[in-house]
């Protein structure tokens, strides 16, 4: 099974950019499809965005214009962008892998999940 491991999370200001970044291991990145979630204490884990294998890319609307995910398959890593961040914003991040061609926006649609990062975002 692939494993996954995210890292870049942190405490920044409003308005401020953080780059997550979320590496494979065990089997190759190019296998799957690559979301992003999200989620607040006390609240349902929520999609963020989305890339498929051909690199076509989904955003939760309160996210799109402002983040931006992307892959490098040579570096079995995928990557979520995080501009102009505000304190909604603030949640544990977790990056998943799905076996799906097209980009799923449903938990249940992947297999494989990270273990999170936190995004803290102060006014």
């Known amino acids: 099974q692939v494993h996954l491991v995210e890292s870049g999370g942190g405490l920044v200001q409003a308005g401020a950019s953080l780059r997550l970044s979320c590496v494979a291991s065990?089997?190759?990145?190019?296998?799957?499809?690559m979301g992003w979630f999200r989620q607040a204490p006390g609240q349902e884990r929520e999609f963020v965005a989305g890339?498929?294998?051909?690199?076509?890319?989904h955003y939760a609307d309160s996210v799109k214009g402002r983040f931006i995910i992307s892959r490098d398959n040579a570096k079995n890593t995928a990557y979520l962008q995080m501009n102009s961040l505000k304190p909604e914003d603030t949640a544990v991040y977790s990056c998943?892998?799905?076996?799906?061609?097209?980009?799923?926006?449903?938990?249940?649609?992947?297999?494989?999940w990270g273990q999170g990062t936190q995004v803290t975002v102060s006014s």
């Open positions: 065990r089997r190759p990145l190019n296998y799957y499809t």
């Open positions: 998943a892998a799905s076996t799906g061609i097209a980009v799923p926006t449903k938990t249940s649609s992947y297999n494989y």
């Open positions: 890339i498929s294998r051909g690199a076509s890319t």
